[in-house]
């Protein structure tokens, strides 16, 4: 089931070493499944309780520490030794008095890591205060260090094997955008719509069948659009109202996300001349995309592209994804704004997302994109422009 050879584990890996040693680091615990799957493999549904990747400087082979009974899924999926995975009792779940934590303390002190500096990732959406809390209590001898994003940062340039995993997912996307357009129309239930979205994203395509997002699908609809973040109701969907398809295909865990507009019938000019100017601006900011080029500068030529309509957007442009799990498909490191002085580097990936969100309306166009050698590739060849059905 491995989606990935030992030896391209190794290599990620060893960029991983090279940055803990370059912070002094010794011993890094990684909590975060996403960095955890790159690291080993390893992927289950079980990152609701502690759980942990250890990455010391001495051994060659990480450890993976987890709940006893996901053991089987960890020599399932991941590229280590027996000896490697280990499993914690399971009066450690949820439990008022000790906490899994105690147990990957007791593991550090076994192997002589108890007094070394310890890297963890401080701002990981699944590293708890009472994980930290309780590696502080019960290795008082250790020296913490804060190495959130450290593994994020080795994500953030692909191997040509990551690459073709996003590609497959673009294919996986292509025919979800085209479900959702299909199905969306007057009367239709919104959860309905979902539905058939939802099949689409797991059926895939006759060659790659596809994995859950990290998202689930976000689709606004009428005064919803002018907000990013909204999912469905059981509302039909209603003539004279836009719908946002913020949509993503994955394939073994790699996503590429994209996003469209959709009107039922007739648009008001402001749709349709706004859908232009976003468009416009887009391909502005990806005729500028080549290495060697900073974040900013990307985000500098959206910019003055879309000034001349009168628009103004105050957040980022993108941001770098790849590999992840819920709830995001981001990899919480590069963005596309300002002041972001990231350098752009061949196999960079990133979703360009400029929406355009107003006091009760709004626009979304995106297209997630590669760097290439010498400029950019769009993931996805799927038609740019506001879509209506009338």
């Known amino acids: 089931m491995a989606a990935f050879s030992r030896e391209e584990h190794l290599e990620r890996i060893r960029h991983t070493r090279e940055r803990m040693e370059a912070r002094g680091i010794d011993v890094l615990l990684v909590a975060d ?54 499993g914690y009792p399971d009066d450690y779940v949820q439990a008022p008095h000790k906490h899994p934590f105690d147990y990957v303390a007791d593991m550090l002190t076994e192997r002589g890591w108890d007094q070394k500096v310890i890297g963890v990732e401080m701002d990981a959406y ?3 205060a009472r994980s930290y809390d309780s590696l502080v209590r019960k290795l008082p001898d250790a020296r913490f260090q804060d190495a959130n994003l450290l593994v994020n940062w080795v994500r953030s340039v692909k191997s040509d094997a990551e690459i073709a995993r996003m590609r497959e997912a673009a294919l996986i996307l292509d025919r ?16 309905d719509a979902v539905a058939e979205i939802y099949r689409a994203q797991i059926a895939g395509t006759p060659e790659y069948g596809g994995d859950y997002p990290a998202i689930v699908p976000m ?66 900011a990806l ?36 590999l992840n799990y819920p709830p995001d498909w981001g990899e919480h490191t590069m963005s596309l704004r300002p002041g972001d002085l990231t350098e752009l580097q061949p196999n960079m990936t990133f979703h360009m997302i400029p929406g355009i969100w107003l006091d009760d309306w709004g ?10 050698e010498t400029g950019v590739e769009t993931f996805c060849d799927f038609p740019r422009k506001l879509f209506v059905k009338e």
């Open 287 to 322: 005729d500028v995309v080549k290495p060697g080029m900073l974040c900013q500068d990307v985000e500098a030529a959206w910019r003055e592209s879309i000034a001349r309509s009168g628009l103004v957007k105050d957040s980022r442009i993108g941001y770098s994804t790849g």
């Open 176 to 191: 979800v955008m085209e479900t959702a357009i299909r199905v969306i129309e007057p009367g239709v239930r919104q959860c």
């Open 219 to 284: 689709l606004p609809s009428g005064e919803g659009t002018s907000t990013p973040h909204l999912t469905w109701s059981d509302d039909p969907y209603v003539t004279g109202e836009a719908t946002i398809l913020e949509l993503a295909g994955c394939r073994k865990r790699y996503h590429c996300p994209m996003a469209r507009t959709l009107f039922l019938g007739k648009p008001p000019q402001k749709f349709v001349d706004t859908s232009k100017y976003v468009v416009e601006g887009m391909q502005a």
């Open 126 to 128: 699944y590293f708890t």
């Open 33 to 86: 499944p996403a960095n955890m799957c790159y690291l080993t493999g390893y992927d289950g549904w079980s990152f609701y309780v502690p759980q942990v990747v250890v990455l010391s400087l001495d051994e060659e082979e990480p450890l993976w520490i987890g709940r006893k009974m996901d053991v089987r899924a960890a020599h399932v999926t991941t590229f280590l030794k027996r000896e490697n995975v280990i």
């Open 363 to 372: 626009i979304e166009l995106s297209e997630t994109f590669r760097v290439t």
